[in-house]
């Protein structure tokens, strides 16, 4: 399974443990709180700019890169949060993919000595990715884990078919990739390697320090996932975590490189576990991007959601 030997990150579908194949499919969940902060959105005018790098290291169809437009649209200025979430559920009574499939990825360190001891299967080329029974969004870290410290956190475990069910709910739908980057950009840093220009800061996005998956020095403050609203924003749109902290669906489908015939979507922006080098993992940079079954979830993956703008545009911006 070179895919999971390549990037560490796992699909729910594609999964290969050690003594048998699980197929899975999973799903999610979604809501939008009483007025919060969350719920802001941020408004984009239509413009056009080069999507994706033409970096010698680019991978899983990030460069070349290419001219794109969009059309006025809105995104969400944070991740969608376990709060937001927790109301489409209670609205819905939807079950997400990974609490039918009964069982999600958590990384290892977040899984407790207890759960590992029941854990006989791992995945080949990414042992740490455990699949953790009744890991999902409300037990992130699988049983007698909870969310009721981690409200304003990103949900994750969720797959693109909870992630588009949520969206629809909130009447709202996923970004095209084109949008998602250009959201990234702030509108404009057209071919900055970060949202905010070149320069790594970091105090700016959550990512992994150190040897992964051995060390972790949490230079920018977290092990983990962050809350959606940790640090400054990362442009002057005022997005924030648009790359770190969880990968995030796009509407997109992704082109299998590899030649793989599965059904994938594009997720964008990198994770926690992510890297400036890209070791083993991504390299966590604005062009970041990779593909996953619409069934897949883990806990490194969550999502914001986006829609057409209302009104006429003010301006038109040519990058
Ligand atoms: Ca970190």
Redesign the pocket.
């Known amino acids: 399974m070179a895919w999971l030997v390549a990037f560490s990150q796992p699909s729910h579908r594609c999964l290969s443990l050690t003594g048998l194949v699980a197929l899975v499919l999973f799903s999610s969940v979604a809501a939008v709180s009483d007025k919060s902060k969350f719920d802001k959105m941020v408004r984009f005018e239509s413009g056009s700019y080069r999507l994706g790098t033409d970096e010698k290291d680019a991978r899983d169809g990030e460069g070349p890169s290419r001219l794109v437009s969009v059309k006025p649209f809105e995104m969400d200025q944070y991740s969608v949060t376990n709060e937001q979430f927790r109301k489409f559920i209670r609205d819905t009574k939807f079950r997400t993919e990974a609490e039918k499939f009964g069982w999600s990825f958590v990384l290892e360190p977040f899984v407790s000595e207890k759960i590992k001891a029941t854990i006989k299967e791992s995945v080949q080329g990414a042992p740490w990715w455990l699949p953790v029974k009744g890991a999902y969004w409300r037990q992130p870290f699988g049983p007698g884990s909870s969310i009721k410290e981690m409200m304003h956190y990103p949900a994750v475990h969720i797959s693109w078919n909870d992630a588009t069910a949520y969206c629809k709910w909130a009447k709202k739908r996923l970004p095209t990739e084109a949008e998602w980057e250009f959201a990234a950009r702030g509108g404009g840093q057209q071919g900055k390697k970060y949202p905010w220009g070149n320069k790594y800061e970091k105090k700016r996005m959550?990512?992994?320090?150190g040897e992964f998956p051995d060390t972790?020095t949490?230079e920018?403050g977290?092990?983990g996932v962050c809350p959606a609203d940790a640090f400054k924003p990362q442009n002057e749109k005022g997005m924030y975590n648009m790359i770190g902290n969880v990968w995030e669906w796009t509407s997109d489908q992704f082109r299998d490189e590899s030649g793989g015939q599965e059904k994938k979507y594009v997720l964008r922006g990198g994770s926690?576990l992510d890297t400036v080098e890209g070791e083993k993992n991504h390299i966590a940079r604005v062009t970041t991007r990779m593909g996953n079954t619409p069934d897949s979830g883990s806990d490194n993956l969550g999502f914001r959601c986006a829609k057409k703008a209302k009104g006429k545009s003010k301006s038109k911006t040519e990058l």
């Open positions: 959550n990512i992994w320090q972790n949490k920018d977290y092990h926690y």
